[in-house]
């Protein structure tokens, strides 16, 4: 009995270890914890100096090297008169600070997240085209740090930017604008600093991207590294390809001008002495058209060349007037067809009234020598043939007339072929002469 009750005890007692053990074993890691534990330890006071920038590759005294990536999360505006455009946008900075390494816990812990960036080193990236931005801090600021155990760190923000786009206009409304977003260093030069496109995709764009007035073409990526006088910094650019979209333009300016301009040749088809009717339709239609032109400018900078939408509207109104100018001649012809009117029929009384008077001479003299004086005169009086044109003018006796038949045909006719050389110019022209 004494020998076998302490080897009952000490099998107890290992059953209770093993339990202990099992336990133990079982109890689950508090990593919240842990997380706190490694921040204090990478981060802590006397450990991490933000002020100080990371080393350059494989720890040597080279400059930081920055991969920058953006998503364009919506592009707002794109103003003409203001020469900007509005872009909202995930921006994001990747980097390795090897001061930064902790332990992951046997792949437990795959990053640590911070919202506070000055905790850490930051780039000292700024937008060098940009006018007006700012943060979205609702709910929360919409930022984050993210610091992995290699050391890498990615800082990701959404901001809205207001930036600078220069515009050449001189094919508007039928051209393409480039609009840029710059990105460079304001203090660390290229000894300490360097920027780069992430490789793969380094900029994404929404796939439901609206514009109400462009399209986006393309894209492209560069880098614009500048040099100062204090030193050479990094700078990167994409490059926004927009084409603008022309159905707008056509409905809203082409077709009511060429509408106005055809309601002005109606004017042709009045009749010369309806003048109320011709006046008030002419200046109605070039009073429109100046209105329309004076619309279209105020929608556009006051730039010093001529841009295509001038020359339309520019033409159409010389159309406009000139419909206005045609009735003023004819207006003149016509009295001037009344006032030879009169003197003819006052040269014919004068006439009918002088061969009364010779009448009674005629019947004295000889008849045969009247018969051949007459000849004479029919001989000498046969009229002279005429080609088709004036046999069909012909039959418009009137200076006024003439003039209103030949405008119903010499303006359309004009205004067509200004048609064709516009289109012809503006439309298919060569890729080199768009730039």
């Not at 006397?46 to 002020?51: E, H, P, T």
């Not at 640590?112 to 850490?120: D, G, S, W």
């Not at 002005?264 to 309806?274: E, H, K, N, P, R």
Request: charged share 20%.
């Amino acid at each position: 009995m004494d020998v076998t009750r302490p080897s009952c005890a000490l099998l107890v007692l290992l059953v209770l270890y093993i339990l202990n053990l099992a336990t133990c074993m079982n109890a689950k890691i508090n990593f919240r914890e842990k997380e706190k534990q490694i921040l204090d330890q990478i981060l802590g006071p006397g450990r991490y100096d933000a002020r100080i920038r990371p080393s350059g590759i494989n720890g040597t005294d080279g400059p930081a090297i920055v991969n920058i990536n953006l998503f364009v999360r919506s592009i707002t505006t794109i103003s003409d008169i203001k020469m900007e455009y509005s872009v909202q946008l995930t921006f994001r900075e990747q980097w390795l600070d090897e001061r930064l390494k902790f332990n992951n816990l046997g792949g437990r812990l795959k990053y640590l997240t911070l919202t506070e960036a000055n905790r850490v080193w930051m780039p000292d990236l700024f937008f060098s085209n940009e006018k007006e931005g700012h943060f979205h801090n609702i709910i929360m600021p919409n930022v984050y740090i993210r610091i992995f155990p290699n050391g890498n760190v990615l800082y990701s923000i959404r901001i809205s930017l207001t930036l600078s786009c220069p515009m050449n206009l001189k094919l508007y409304p039928l051209d393409k604008q480039t609009c840029s977003l710059r990105m460079a260093s304001y203090g660390w030069t290229t000894d300490d600093l360097v920027f780069l496109w992430k490789e793969g995709d380094p900029v994404q764009v929404v796939k439901n991207l609206h514009l109400p007035r462009f399209t986006l073409e393309k894209f492209l990526t560069d880098y614009c590294n500048s040099k100062t006088n204090t030193g050479e910094y990094s700078c990167l650019k994409v490059d926004l390809l927009f084409k603008r979209e022309f159905s707008y333009y056509l409905i809203q300016i082409y077709i009511p001008c060429c509408m106005l301009v055809i309601v002005s040749w109606v004017s042709f088809w009045l009749d010369q002495g309806a003048v109320p009717a011709r006046v008030s339709l002419g200046v109605t239609t070039l009073l429109t058209m100046a209105t329309q032109s004076s619309g279209i400018n105020a929608s556009l900078p006051p730039v010093s060349y001529t841009k295509a939408i001038d020359v339309w509207t520019g033409v159409c109104l010389t159309f406009v007037f000139g419909a206005l100018l045609e009735f003023a001649l004819v207006n003149y012809a016509s009295r001037s067809d009344m006032h030879r009117e009169n003197m003819k029929k006052t040269r014919r009384e004068m006439e009918a009234a002088a061969s009364m008077d010779a009448a009674s001479d005629l019947l004295d003299t000889d008849s045969n020598t009247t018969f051949a004086m007459m000849r004479q005169c029919e001989i000498h009086m046969t009229p002279p043939r005429k080609n088709c044109c004036r046999l069909w003018m012909s039959k418009f006796p009137t200076r006024s007339k003439r003039i209103d038949v030949i405008s119903r045909i010499t303006f359309p006719l004009v205004f067509a072929l200004f048609n064709l050389a516009y289109w012809s110019t503006y439309l298919f022209r060569d890729e080199d002469e768009e730039k």
